[in-house]
C-alpha cells in the first residue's frame, strides 16, 4: 500500500513508522477534536504520517449495558471534521456491508475488527468502495493465514490493503503478540501493530475488559524494532473515564514521550 493514495496524509518521505492513533470511540465532538488536536501537532512535530482512529459506534460489546455510540451519522460528521480540521485522514470500524457504504462516504480507511476478518462479504463490501481497507488479524488466526484475507480484497482490483496484528489468545483472558509474524505479514501487505488491543485482557467475570497499558512502551518498541510499518494506538485524555477500552488505552499526556521514543528507535534501525 502506497500511503500517499491517502488524502491530506503527510510526512510520507521522512521514513519513519505511521501512526493510526486515536479514542477507541466517538463519544463527542469535544473529546475528539482535542485529541486529534494534540496528536497532529506531536504528528507534526516528530514527521509521522498521521490517520485519526475513531470508532463510530461500537458492535462488539460484552455487556449489552455496554456503550455502543452517539449515533452513527452523527460520529461520521465528527470524523469528517477533523478531517477538514486538522488535514488528516481518518479510519474507523464497520461491522456490516451497509456500514461499508455509509462509512465510506465519511472517512478514508475502513477497518475490519479481528473477529470479522473471515466474513468475506464484508471484506468484499469494503475493498469495492474504493477506499483502504485495514485488515485486524483474527486473534484465532495464524500470521500465514492473513494472505488470503489480504488477498480477498487485492482480487476486488483494490491494491489499498494493510493489515494490523492485535496480538493472539493465550488462554481465557490474556493475549500475547509473537514478533515472528511481523515479518511474515509484511510479505502480504503493508503491517501495523495494534499495540493497545495487543494488550487486552479479555473476558474478565464483570463483562468489562482489562488491560495492561503499563506495557504500553514496551510492546510498542518491539514492533518498531522488529520493522513494523505503522503502530496502532488509542489514547484518551482521560482513560479511566473513557466510554470504551479505557483499561488498555494510553494516556494522552504520554503520547509525545512515546513517540520520541519509538522515532529515534526507527532512525537507528534505518541506519542498518
Given at each position: 500500500?502506497?500511503?500517499?493514495?491517502?488524502?491530506?496524509?503527510k510526512?510520507?518521505?521522512?521514513?519513519?513508522?505511521?501512526?493510526?492513533?486515536?479514542?477507541?470511540?466517538?463519544?463527542?465532538?469535544?473529546?475528539?477534536?482535542?485529541?486529534?488536536?494534540?496528536?497532529?501537532?506531536?504528528?507534526?512535530?516528530?514527521?509521522?504520517?498521521?490517520?485519526?482512529?475513531?470508532?463510530?459506534?461500537?458492535?462488539?460489546?460484552?455487556?449489552?449495558?455496554s456503550?455502543?455510540?452517539?449515533?452513527?451519522?452523527?460520529?461520521?460528521?465528527?470524523?469528517?471534521?477533523?478531517?477538514?480540521?486538522?488535514?488528516?485522514?481518518?479510519?474507523?470500524?464497520?461491522?456490516?456491508n451497509?456500514?461499508?457504504?455509509?462509512?465510506?462516504?465519511?472517512?478514508?480507511?475502513?477497518?475490519?475488527?479481528?473477529?470479522?476478518?473471515?466474513?468475506?462479504?464484508?471484506?468484499?463490501?469494503?475493498?469495492?468502495?474504493?477506499k483502504?481497507?485495514?485488515?485486524?488479524?483474527?486473534?484465532?488466526?495464524?500470521?500465514?493465514?492473513?494472505?488470503?484475507?489480504?488477498?480477498?480484497?487485492?482480487?476486488?482490483?483494490?491494491?489499498?490493503?494493510?493489515?494490523?496484528?492485535?496480538?493472539?489468545?493465550?488462554?481465557?483472558?490474556?493475549?500475547?503478540?509473537?514478533?515472528?509474524?511481523?515479518?511474515?505479514m509484511?510479505?502480504?501487505?503493508?503491517?501495523?501493530?495494534?499495540?493497545?488491543?495487543?494488550?487486552?485482557?479479555?473476558?474478565?467475570?464483570?463483562?468489562?475488559?482489562?488491560?495492561?497499558?503499563?506495557?504500553?512502551?514496551?510492546?510498542?518498541?518491539?514492533g518498531i524494532?522488529?520493522?513494523?510499518?505503522?503502530?496502532?494506538?488509542?489514547?484518551?485524555?482521560?482513560?479511566?473515564?473513557?466510554?470504551?477500552?479505557?483499561?488498555?488505552?494510553?494516556?494522552?499526556?504520554?503520547?509525545?514521550?512515546?513517540?520520541?521514543?519509538?522515532?529515534?528507535?526507527?532512525?537507528?534501525?534505518?541506519?542498518?
Amino acid at each position: 500500500m502506497n500511503l500517499n493514495n491517502l488524502p491530506q496524509i503527510k510526512h510520507t518521505d521522512s521514513g519513519n513508522f505511521f501512526i493510526l492513533a486515536g479514542p477507541c470511540a466517538i463519544e463527542g465532538e469535544e473529546m475528539a477534536m482535542r485529541i486529534a488536536e494534540h496528536l497532529s501537532k506531536i504528528s507534526d512535530q516528530y514527521q509521522i504520517p498521521f490517520v485519526f482512529k475513531g470508532s463510530f459506534k461500537k458492535a462488539n460489546r460484552s455487556r449489552i449495558d455496554s456503550f455502543t455510540g452517539i449515533g452513527d451519522e452523527k460520529a461520521l460528521k465528527i470524523l469528517r471534521k477533523v478531517s477538514e480540521t486538522f488535514h488528516v485522514p481518518t479510519v474507523t470500524d464497520i461491522h456490516t456491508n451497509e456500514d461499508a457504504i455509509k462509512a465510506a462516504e465519511y472517512v478514508d480507511v475502513l477497518q475490519i475488527p479481528a473477529f470479522l476478518v473471515r466474513q468475506t462479504d464484508l471484506v468484499v463490501a469494503a475493498a469495492e468502495t474504493g477506499k483502504t481497507v485495514n485488515l485486524k488479524k483474527g486473534q484465532f488466526m495464524s500470521p500465514e493465514s492473513m494472505k488470503h484475507a489480504t488477498q480477498k480484497v487485492l482480487d476486488c482490483h483494490n491494491e489499498n490493503v494493510m493489515v494490523t496484528d492485535r496480538g493472539s489468545m493465550f488462554g481465557y483472558q490474556d493475549l500475547i503478540v509473537d514478533f515472528r509474524g511481523i515479518p511474515t505479514m509484511k510479505q502480504f501487505a503493508t503491517t501495523v501493530l495494534d499495540v493497545t488491543h495487543s494488550l487486552q485482557q479479555p473476558n474478565q467475570m464483570s463483562g468489562v475488559t482489562g488491560g495492561r497499558p503499563d506495557m504500553i512502551e514496551t510492546i510498542a518498541k518491539a514492533g518498531i524494532a522488529v520493522g513494523v510499518d505503522g503502530i496502532f494506538i488509542e489514547t484518551h485524555f482521560d482513560p479511566a473515564n473513557a466510554k470504551s477500552d479505557g483499561a488498555n488505552m494510553l494516556h494522552l499526556d504520554y503520547f509525545e514521550g512515546l513517540m520520541q521514543k519509538l522515532t529515534l528507535i526507527r532512525k537507528t534501525i534505518n541506519q542498518f
